[in-house]
């Protein structure tokens, strides 16, 4: 089960007596668990039936025995260990057996939530747990997917947004639901009044969070020909302590995938081949499609070699990184 | 001491005397009206550029007595209190000498507890990025369950040092360098309300130097201040603040873009009474003409790019009249002196080479042109190849046709060859190149001496050319074939190149550069070495029946002094030589179809 299909079946009150929730998706996690939390328990008797363990600290006989005790005052209670062990590592076969006696026969009254980020699928416990459908991934969401959710939210706030202050927001922040959330939080602050988000607000708000968005930007500002852009993108990536090296590979790499693109655009090739052959992405071959129109063959070996030279000058020790990159800029267009 | 510095005593007390951060104050002030507040707060941004100011500012609006407001009264007991930091449940921690677990630990320990005078407890925690990597997961487990009524402002300048753990779970406020109107604005008002008259351009160098920070510019103009007492003139604040070093690098700009090699020694003059680093100084000229570089691919539109030059004004308008080559070819020549001046006794002299070169920069840039135009009529040469070579095939192109494209060509070439000879400043090779008399005959009836005497100076050079042949002979550039790609990309090195001009230069009497290029019959190569025409690679298919054609339309285009060897075997130097080396003699021999016996 995936986690935004096992939120609308907790919504619907269908709660099982034990989940593991896999996954990086903290945010998925969280709301699954708050989700718990509102149907089963009642606020008032929280200290009572609600504990949080730390699996890797608590032994697991300590949380079983927790797990059969029956609930205080209320119909239901919930144990929550968060960072389990028991999934992803080897653990005591008395432990494994304790854990599979639970399994097999988990008292009605509680419902315990596992918590941990891997699962090993091999385990025996997880092929229990699996075999019982108890087993949510929360695995990170689609693009397509982000989107609709940052629609949704927006709606929620009855703001709007357009199209390509969607684009950059998503591209800035990625694929982190909590930083969205924050984000989006902030846009609407800022926002006050106003109904509508624009791209400007989105920049002037949002800053880049991965490195690798901003030497992709970059890279694909070298291909635009546009060499303000490129060299403000620089310095924002050197001023976060980007190895220089580490940028002038991706330089390179664009202008041998560029020349790559090229030739096989020349040999007639569909894009979707391209693809493939590439083991590219199709939105980045698109994108390396249009970069490509706008050089010839001979430029972008020239670019290439003169990546190269560069590489060269500073591992001798002629040219000094920083400096050599922006000359490599000016030099390139 | 009632003296308070600059800096602390204008210290923004409310939202709107943040300048510079717009979006920031916008936002947490509808933060604020709207009740809705994050409960973390990440604030990060250069220094100077009201960081902490804000997160003040943000702990009285939250809990000045008269009520959550975007704007915090300062005169009540609570926002004094925090003023003066001694209000309980605004803390203030420094994490970079608190940066342990231990410090963190306590910190969740005190965090459980409520508020005890005001509204909220802001835990400020400045410079968060100092913390240690335990610390900061322990700091994550309080971030990600906050108890009510907490807020965490942290303050960084350096927010990549942070786990994206904790990024994810703060609201991020990036805080901009404060742009110069705006702090030319702020510091005028401040200095206007301290009672001193500052000229304007003198505040604006003055914040340019700050690099967007206020606090810098505060400290600068305090600085300037007292110095001055009173007013502030433009050359006090150059004074004070060491401008007239940044002098000598425009000077030195001036100097290149008048061609003024006096000028510009004499600057080299003055850095070396000066008794400056030599070798600094080249490096910091580098560095002026690598911000004209990217001033100049800036052009007119601000744009927030790092140049750390003060005098920016003058430095727009002088890259403003380079070329943009003009700026990469001095950046090459500057770069290269630097790396030359490790370990060189001389110092002077490389840096007196570089301005000399820097100042005659035409003459390297009409050798940059030259190399292009040659470029050009080398592809002219091969166009031209092709074109008889579809001429075969359709009506046949006259070779006196392309003879005339040639000669244009060459005539294009010829002013610039002229100007060469004006920039070169030695005389010795001002004799006229007479580029109608000398022709390819001469090379070929030199080369064997010229080879021997090549053997004698270079014997790796000789090597590699041993097997080439000089193929052409325009506007004072011999073209040379060679057989293979190494032996071009060995010999166009430039030491041997020189060995070889010098040597062609003794023989002929005359100013020759050398051109190498690839002789076309690259699967042949080494066979066709006695002088076979080059074109005679060209596809194969075509040879057959065209064969009289093509003789006839080369033959004089080459006026080949080479006899063709296909006719008669014993005469060929070429077999005559590989008899000699195997010591062999011919028995029989079949006629091999041209392009050579490994061609077809």
């Not at chain 1, 939210?153 to 927001?169: D, F, G, M, S």
């Not at chain 2, 001036?254 to 003055?270: C, S």
């Not at chain 2, 308008?317 to 020549?333: P, T, V």
């Not at chain 2, 095939?393 to 060459?410: M, T």
């Amino acid at each position: 089960m995936d986690g935004i299909q096992a939120l609308r079946e907790i919504k619907k009150g269908n709660i099982e007596p034990v989940y593991l929730l896999g996954g990086t998706n903290a945010f998925i996690k969280e709301r699954i668990m708050e989700e718990l939390k509102k149907k089963i328990l009642e606020e008032e008797m929280n200290s009572f039936n609600l504990d949080t363990y730390q699996g890797n600290k608590q032994s697991l006989g300590e949380i079983l025995s927790r797990a059969e005790t029956p609930p205080v005052l209320s119909r239901k209670r919930m144990v929550i260990v968060k960072e389990v062990p028991y999934f992803k590592e080897e653990i005591n076969e008395k432990d494994t057996e304790k854990l599979i006696n639970y399994l097999e026969n988990p008292s009605p009254s509680t419902c315990l939530v596992l918590v941990t980020d891997k699962i090993d699928k091999r385990k025996k416990t997880t092929k229990k747990l699996f075999l019982k459908k108890w087993v949510i991934e929360c695995n990170p969401v689609k693009e397509s997917d982000l989107k609709k959710w940052i629609n949704q939210k927006l709606r929620q706030e009855k703001k709007e947004i357009k199209e390509n202050a969607l684009e950059l927001l998503v591209k800035l922040v990625g694929n982190d639901l909590h930083q969205m959330e924050n984000e989006i939080s902030k846009l609407c602050t800022y926002l006050g009044e106003d109904k509508v988000l624009t791209e400007d607000t989105v920049r002037a708000l949002v800053s880049a969070s991965s490195l690798e968005v901003s030497i992709f930007s970059l890279v694909d500002n070298i291909g635009k020909k546009n060499k303000k852009e490129a060299l403000v993108q620089l310095h924002s990536i050197l001023k976060q302590n980007e190895p220089p090296l580490k940028i002038l590979t991706m330089i390179g790499r664009q202008f041998r995938l560029l020349i790559q693109v090229k030739k096989h655009l020349e040999s007639t090739k569909t894009k979707r081949e391209l693809s493939s052959d590439m083991k590219l992405p199709a939105f980045v071959v698109n994108k390396l499609a249009d970069q490509a129109e706008k050089f010839t063959q001979e430029e972008l070996h020239k670019a290439l070699i003169r990546t190269h030279e560069t590489d060269i000058k500073i591992k001798t020790g002629i040219l000094e990184p920083h400096f050599s990159l922006e000359l490599l800029i000016a030099a390139l267009m | 001491m009632n003296y308070v510095s600059l800096y602390r005593k204008w210290r923004p007390q409310v939202f709107e005397d943040l300048i510079g951060q717009d979006h920031i104050t916008r936002t947490l002030k509808n933060a604020l009206k709207s009740g809705r507040i994050s409960h973390a707060y990440l604030f990060c941004g250069p220094r100077g550029t009201g960081k902490t100011s804000a997160a003040k500012i943000l702990a009285k609006a939250l809990n000045c007595e008269k009520g959550t407001a975007p704007q915090p009264c300062s005169q009540c007991h609570i926002c004094r209190g925090i003023n003066k930091g001694n209000i309980m449940d605004v803390l203030e921690i420094d994490a970079a000498s608190n940066r342990g677990i231990d410090e963190i630990r306590e910190l969740r320990e005190k965090v459980r507890f409520g508020s005890t005078q005001a509204r909220f407890k802001v835990y400020i925690i400045d410079e968060v990025h100092m913390l240690t990597p335990e610390a900061f997961n322990a700091l994550l487990k309080t971030l990600e369950e906050p108890p009510e009524k907490v807020i965490f402002v942290l303050a960084t300048t350096e927010p990549h040092k942070l786990p994206q753990t904790i990024l994810s779970r703060c609201q991020r406020f990036d805080f901009h360098r404060i742009g110069l109107p705006i702090m030319v604005e702020g510091l005028s008002k401040i200095a206007s309300q301290e009672g001193v008259n500052v000229e304007e351009e003198a505040l604006k160098i003055i914040a340019r130097s700050s690099e967007g920070g206020m606090r810098d510019a505060l400290g600068l103009l305090e600085q300037v201040m007292a110095f001055c007492e009173g007013s502030v003139s433009l050359e006090a604040a150059k004074q004070i603040l060491g401008l007239e070093e940044e002098d000598i690098f425009i000077y030195m700009g001036k100097a290149v873009l008048k061609n003024d090699l006096v000028a510009g020694l004499r600057l080299v003059g003055e850095v070396a009474d000066r008794g400056r680093d030599i070798s600094q100084f080249v490096r910091d000229l580098t560095g002026y003409f690598r911000s004209l570089i990217i001033l100049k691919i800036q052009g007119e539109e601000p744009v927030d790019l790092d140049i750390p030059w003060v005098s920016l004004d003058g430095m727009k308008r002088q890259a403003e009249k380079f070329s943009h080559d003009g700026l990469m070819c001095i950046n090459e020549i500057l770069t290269g002196s630097v790396s030359e001046l490790r370990g060189s006794s001389q110092p002077r002299f490389v840096l007196e080479t570089a301005v000399f070169q820097i100042c005659r920069l035409e003459f390297k840039l009409s050798l940059q042109n030259i190399e292009s135009k040659i470029e050009k009529l080398e592809d002219f040469i091969l166009e031209r190849k092709e074109g008889v070579a579809y001429s075969y095939s359709g009506q046949p192109l006259s070779i006196e046709e392309n003879r005339k494209d040639y000669a244009q060509q060459s005539q294009e070439l010829e002013p610039v060859s002229e100007d060469t000879e004006s920039f070169s400043l030695t005389d010795k090779n001002s004799q006229p190149v007479n580029t109608e008399e000398s022709s390819i005959e001469e090379f070929n009836k030199i080369w064997k001496d010229f080879l021997k005497e090549l053997h004698g100076k270079d014997v790796v050079a000789y090597s590699w050319l041993e097997q080439g042949r000089p193929s052409s002979y325009e506007g004072s550039t011999l073209t040379v074939e060679l057989a293979n790609c190494f032996a071009q990309d060995n010999l166009e090195k430039s030491k041997p190149k020189k060995v070889i001009e010098e040597i062609l230069c003794g023989l002929t009497g005359k100013k020759v550069t050398v051109k190498f290029i690839l002789s076309n019959n690259t699967e042949a190569n080494g066979i066709e070495v006695s002088g076979e025409e080059h074109e005679s690679s060209e596809d194969s298919s075509f040879e057959g029946s065209l064969e009289s054609n093509f003789e006839n339309s080369l033959g004089d285009s080459c006026e080949s002094s080479f006899e063709n060897n296909n006719t008669d075997i014993h005469n060929d130097e070429f077999v005559a030589e590989v008899l000699k080396i195997f010591k062999g003699k011919v028995v029989d021999h079949e006629e091999t179809k041209k392009g050579g016996f490994f061609g077809v």
